[in-house]
C-alpha cells in the first residue's frame, strides 16, 4: 500500500491506497465528479442550487431592466452601475448552471414558475431610487441566501462551497455599490458611522 502523508503528522495516510482510488474510479465511472467521498445528497444539493440559479436569472432580468429603463440627467453612472451588475449576476447564472450539470443534474432554465423558485423579486421601481433601492435589497437577499447555503455545503462539497463564497463576494460588493449610489441621491449615509 502506497500513502502520501500530510503535514506533519505522518500517522495518518493523506490518500487510500492508490491501487483502490484507481478500482473506485473505474467502477463508478458513471458517477462523473460524483465520489463516494462526496458528503451529500447530490439531489438535495442539486435543488438548493436550483434555487441560487433561478435568484440570479431574476437578479439579470431586473438589473437589466433597470439599465435600459435609467432616465434622468444623473442616470449615467447608475446606468453603467446596474449593467456591470446584470453582467456579474449572468456569470454567476452560468457557473451555478454548471455545477448543478458538474452534480448530474440539469439546470432549471425554465421561465415558468420563476419567481417561485427565486429568494429574490423582479420589482421594476418607479424612479432611479427605487430601482436602487430594490437592488439593495435584492441585494441583502442574495448575502444571507449565499451566507446560509455556504454554511449547508461546508466540508461537505468544498467545490461548491468555494464558488459560492467568490458569488457571495461579488454580491456584497453590489450591496455596497447600491448602498453608496443611495447615499448619493438621498444625501445622508444610511450606514451607522
Known amino acids: 500500500m502506497r500513502t502520501i502523508r500530510s ?3 505522518t500517522s495518518k495516510p493523506f490518500l487510500s491506497d492508490v491501487e483502490e482510488l484507481r478500482r473506485r474510479a473505474r467502477e463508478s465511472m458513471g458517477k462523473g465528479a ?3 467521498k462526496y458528503g451529500l445528497d ?3 444539493a442539486i435543488e438548493v ?3 441560487a440559479l433561478a435568484t440570479e436569472i431574476v437578479c439579470v432580468l431586473r438589473y437589466s431592466a433597470h439599465a435600459v429603463s435609467a432616465a434622468g440627467i444623473n442616470s ?3 446606468r453603467t452601475e446596474f449593467e456591470e451588475h446584470a453582467q456579474d449576476e449572468l456569470d454567476h447564472m452560468k457557473r451555478i448552471a454548471q ?3 458538474e452534480l448530474g443534474g440539469k439546470p432549471d432554465m425554465d421561465p415558468e414558475g420563476l419567481l417561485t423558485r427565486a429568494h429574490s423579486q423582479y ?3 418607479n424612479d432611479l431610487v427605487e430601482m436602487i433601492k430594490e437592488n439593495l435589497v435584492a441585494e441583502r437577499i442574495a448575502v444571507e441566501s449565499y451566507t446560509e447555503m455556504i454554511r449547508f455545503f461546508g466540508d461537505r462539497d468544498p467545490t461548491t462551497r468555494i464558488m459560492l463564497e467568490d458569488i457571495l463576494a461579488k454580491e456584497e460588493e453590489h450591496a455596497s455599490d ?3 449610489l443611495l447615499v448619493a441621491r438621498e444625501g445622508s449615509p444610511m450606514l451607522p458611522g
Open 49 to 51: 442550487l436550483q434555487t
Open 76 to 78: 449615467s453612472e447608475v
Open 99 to 101: 455545477r448543478i450539470n
Open 42 to 44: 447530490p439531489q438535495e
Open 178 to 180: 447600491m448602498h453608496d
Open 123 to 125: 420589482v421594476e421601481g
Open 34 to 36: 460524483i465520489t463516494e
Open 7 to 9: 503535514g506533519s503528522d
